[in-house]
T-cell receptor
Framework: NAGVTQTPKFRVLKTGQSMTLLCAQD?????MYWYRQDPGMGLRLIHY???????AKGEVPDGYNVSRLKKQNFLLGLESAAPSQTSVYFC??????????FGDGTRLSIL | AQSVTQPDIHITVSEGASLELRCNYS??????LFWYVQSPGQGLQLLLK??????LVQGIKGFEAEFKRSQSSFNLRKPSVHWSDAAEYFC????????????FGQGTELSVKP
């Protein structure tokens, strides 16, 4: 069982560049989430999706966009990367009112 | 608004000693409560959860937590800490009617002395 897979695991970007982080889950979960983790701040929700074709804003959505075209995939986009977006990004999924399953994270540095 | 507070940023305990990590939450209804553990460079692993019923819940790796509604707390405990328990621990609260969203505490980093 792969569970939740995040691609890439590491990335370094220059300010103003764009990129897309991919999250894939093989558990047929309806709900998917993107978080960012910064020291001393826990995990903060960026965007989430309650099903294929749906997305919603979380706590810190500015500067990010998401898409859920297929049930198993949840993409997080940075259109114009900023140094403040340097963080570790985690994707998670859940079938509903159950604990979330997390990927191993993507470490992103913006220079 | 929902919130979760973990008052201790960093705790150091000796191997074999008991452990209690504190978690306080703010939520208007009965919450879903979770403890997750994160080893360096890894994702989050679920230790235990509380949805309803018995307020003392058992988890993996010998951890347990007790839900105390009157104190809005969900503290994590372990009777005897092992060196491999060194990690960061996160408490989280969720609601059943909000798309499964979780609110996380700031985390408590646990160090274990030999």
């Amino acid at each position: 069982n792969a569970g939740v897979t995040q691609t890439p695991k590491f990335r370094v970007l220059k300010t103003g560049q764009s990129m897309t982080l991919l999250c894939a889950q093989d558990m047929n979960h309806e709900y998917m989430y993107w978080y960012r983790q910064d020291p001393g701040m826990g995990l903060r929700l960026i965007h989430y999706s309650v099903g294929e074709g749906t997305t919603a804003k979380g706590e810190v959505p500015d500067g990010y966009n998401v898409s859920r075209l297929k049930k198993q995939n949840f993409l997080l986009g940075l259109e114009s990367a900023a140094p403040s977006q340097t963080s570790v990004y985690f994707c998670a999924s859940t079938p509903g009112f159950q604990p979330q399953h997390f990927g191993d994270g993507t470490r992103l540095s913006i220079l | 608004a929902q919130s979760v507070t973990q008052p201790d940023i960093h705790i150091t305990v000796s191997e074999g000693a008991s452990l209690e990590l504190r978690c306080n939450y703010s939520y208007g209804a009965t919450p879903y409560l979770f403890w997750y553990v994160q080893s360096p460079g890894q994702g989050l692993q679920l230790l235990l959860k509380y949805f309803s019923g018995d307020t003392l819940v058992q988890g993996i790796k010998g951890f347990e937590a007790e839900f105390k509604r009157s104190q809005s707390s969900f503290n994590l405990r372990k009777p005897s800490v092992h060196w491999s328990d060194a990690a960061e621990y996160f408490c989280a609260v969720g609601a059943g009617n909000q798309g499964g969203k979780l609110i996380f505490g700031q985390g408590t980093e646990l160090s274990v002395k030999p």
